[in-house]
């Protein structure tokens, strides 16, 4: 968007038009400048809102009402047109926290209601964890933020700075991670793929996103690399949570077998194909989520281990560089942190011999229980 104090010229980038917007008796008006192909770059769209910034200048000049902040619904719609990040899982996350909580209860008051005060009150009186209570502040925060980007109220302190969370840093329950016997009892009675699919993320500490968006063509048999390179969320294929989590992995020998015995009785062993494509849906899209999470609880509770999720195996996997004496910097390679103090805070470069000894004895925890 190209905002002035006079207006500001923004492209629907769903119907390829220009609108132009400013503000007049504490609304915000809208009048279409004109398609992208008249005005193929921002500059010339701004030329073409002139006589349209003309009559919001003079339509300003005469108005001596004191202009009010924006609904906080409002703020929302245009929010999501032009801030709203376009990663489906954050995305996703975003529109719960909206729609299911900040909307409900402010969705009709100006923004200026959201104040320091009454938004912790009310975080406190929601039924969510502190870590969740955290998220709902952080977006209202950035509502806080677009509104000043966008000119809708001065710039100035946000107010939502000063709200606290507390407990925000702590966990409510503890991530869970196996001992060696634990998965061997645990992956002993697990069906194809779902065995290969505990394998794979417990030797490389993936994410089940990563871990089913993986297709053969990513397995380099010849080096004995894997390539990370997006993920697939509710069956969207989107990028990998952060720039850190791409990554080129060493593949140990034995584990390089294991995946050689699955492609040969998966009925979808083509280099386009996803690794653990799943045969209901015909190889087009690969096993959900919710049918290996399903799979995996299944398998902890009839092992005597209890509950457990998918996010367990990274748990896992973090876990066993530290009993096979990784140092601290290789795990947050290979772990793929995008920030070092997500493992801990420590310098220095990795040796890429320490990360493929590491694999070798995370591989060989797995496969042999040694």
Request: charged share 25%.
């Amino acid at each position: 968007m190209r905002a002035h104090g006079d207006g500001s010229v923004t492209l629907d980038r769903r119907t390829k038009v220009w609108n132009f917007y400013w503000w007049e008796s504490g609304k915000r008006r809208c009048k279409k400048v004109g398609t992208l192909a008249q005005y193929p770059t921002k500059t010339a769209a701004w030329q073409g809102a002139k006589a349209l910034r003309g009559d919001a200048v003079e339509t300003k000049t005469t108005n001596t009402s004191k202009p009010t902040a924006p609904a906080v619904s409002t703020l929302v719609e245009e929010y999501r047109a032009e801030k709203m990040p376009t990663r489906y899982s954050t995305r996703r996350s975003y529109e719960c926290w909206l729609n299911g909580h900040i909307l409900p209860r402010w969705g009709a008051c100006p923004l200026t209601d959201l104040q320091a005060r009454p938004v912790e009150l009310w975080l406190t009186s929601l039924d969510l964890s502190p870590k969740s209570r955290a998220h709902v502040r952080g977006l209202v925060r950035m509502l806080w933020e677009f509104a000043m980007w966008n000119q809708s109220v001065p710039t100035q302190r946000n107010p939502i700075e000063l709200v606290t969370v507390k407990g925000a840093s702590k966990r409510t329950r503890q991530p869970r991670s196996l001992t060696v016997e634990e998965f061997q009892g645990f992956v002993k009675d697990l069906s194809e793929p779902f065995r290969t699919i505990a394998l794979v993320c417990v030797c490389f500490g993936l994410r089940i996103s990563e871990c089913l968006a993986l297709k053969w063509a990513d397995v380099d048999w010849l080096n004995a690399k894997l390539t990370v390179e997006r993920g697939i969320v509710r069956q969207r294929v989107g990028e990998v949570k952060t720039a850190g989590s791409q990554g080129h992995l060493s593949i140990d020998r034995t584990l390089l077998e294991v995946l050689k015995s699955w492609k040969q009785v998966t009925p979808f062993p083509a280099e386009g194909d996803w690794l653990f494509a799943s045969p209901i849906r015909l190889g087009h899209q690969p096993w959900s989520y919710d049918e290996v999470l399903r799979s995996f609880q299944k398998s902890g509770m009839d092992a005597g281990i209890g509950w457990l999720g998918t996010h367990t195996m990274r748990h896992t996997y973090r876990s066993w560089l530290d009993a096979v004496g990784t140092g601290i910097a290789v795990q947050q390679k290979l772990m793929r942190h995008a920030d070092i103090r997500t493992t801990m805070n420590v310098y220095g470069n990795v040796v890429t011999d320490e990360m493929n000894q590491a694999h070798h004895k995370v591989v060989g925890l797995a496969l042999n229980g040694r």
